[in-house]
Structure formats: C-alpha cells, structure tokens
C-alpha cells in the first residue's frame, strides 16, 4: 500500500537505525577467529605484566581512561598518561616485564604514534587498540585490537571500543580470578573506610 512504502522510505533514511545496524556489524565482527586470538594474546600480556601504561591523546583519552580506571579495579600497577603529556616520565619506570596500551582512532594523533615508537624501540610490548590493523600504530604493534576493520562507516564508534574492551576485560576475569578477588577486597575495604561511594 502506499502508506507501507512512504513508511519504508522513512526508515531507510532513520539515522538512528543505521548507527544500531553499523554497531551490531562491528560487534559481530569482533569475534572473528583472529580477533579472539589477539584479543586471549592481549589477555595474557595483561595478566603476566608487572606494570601496565595506558596512553590514548585526543579522541582516543575517554576509551583509555576507562580502561585504565577499569583495569585498575582488577589489579595493581596501571597507569595512565595524561593528556597534556607525561609519558616520558611514566614510561621511565617500565621494565622489559611491562606493557604499554596505546589508543590511536582517526585522525590519528602524531603524540600517539610517538610513544609506540619510544615502546617499540625500548623493547616494552606494545598493545594498541585501533580501528586497523594498517593504522599507523598498528603496523607496529606486538598486538593489534581492531573494531572496525571493513566496516565502511566515515565515523568511530566509542561504543564498539568499550565492547572490545569489555572482552578483554571478560578474559582477564576467567583467567585470573584469584588475583581479582584479592585485589577487589583490598579497594572494598579503602572504599568503605573512606566512604567513596554513596549507598
């Protein structure tokens, strides 16, 4: 009928169905076989890994802030660098045991590639997290975790990132649960003795 047909044209041309389409692509996309791979390899870097440094600049700092704040929840020894710069200072401390995480979306901030390069030269692992495996960090990379490799979008999804993110997260959980309690008790009790949160 021809109310079905003007109902249809309208939905082609619904923005917000075609961000839900776009995600649900990129979401599926992320259990590929090579992506899980990459994603247990990252895992286990995690896990193993005296310190871990976390650096994202521009519009890559608000996926590495969360998982640095999320990662710090797990265990003890992560740090992120500051947006203005500090990564010289922080990743003075890092040994041939640690691991660095670098962001890096488009446009790909020159300060990020900087600091994978000071990794790689210094002999640090470097983890990125990135939309290509061809990015500029990602070439570079002992391992790269993609979200949007093929997804033809023009615009990077923090949401698709922060479900990656929510993998490895998952990952670490299974494989290293002792550890987490044990670190989890200790901030629930600074969290409780001075009254962090309000319940």
Do not use: M
């Amino acid at each position: 009928s021809n109310t079905d047909s003007i109902l249809h044209i309208d939905d082609k041309q619904d923005p917000f169905t075609k961000v839900i389409e776009n995600e649900v692509h990129i979401l599926r996309h992320l259990l590929d076989h090579t992506n899980v791979q990459d994603i247990w390899k990252a895992v286990d870097v995690l896990i193993q890994a005296d310190q871990i440094l976390i650096a994202g600049h521009r519009v890559s700092h608000a996926a590495a802030y969360w998982f640095s704040y999320t990662l710090s929840s797990l265990r003890e020894n992560v740090s992120l660098c500051s947006p203005t710069g500090d990564f010289y200072e922080k990743f003075c401390n890092l040994t041939n045991k640690s691991a660095l995480v670098v962001f890096s979306f488009p446009r790909y901030a020159n300060e990020t590639l900087k600091v994978a390069e000071c990794a790689k030269e210094q002999g640090v692992c470097l983890i990125s997290v990135t939309d290509r495996l061809l990015s500029p960090v990602g070439r570079i990379s002992d391992i790269s975790l993609t979200t949007e490799e093929n997804a033809e979008t023009g615009t990077n999804s923090i949401a698709s990132v922060i479900s990656l993110l929510d993998l490895v997260i998952a990952g670490i959980h299974q494989k290293d649960a002792k550890r987490i309690y044990t670190h989890q008790q200790k901030l629930e009790r600074l969290y409780s003795s001075y009254e962090v949160f309000n319940e």
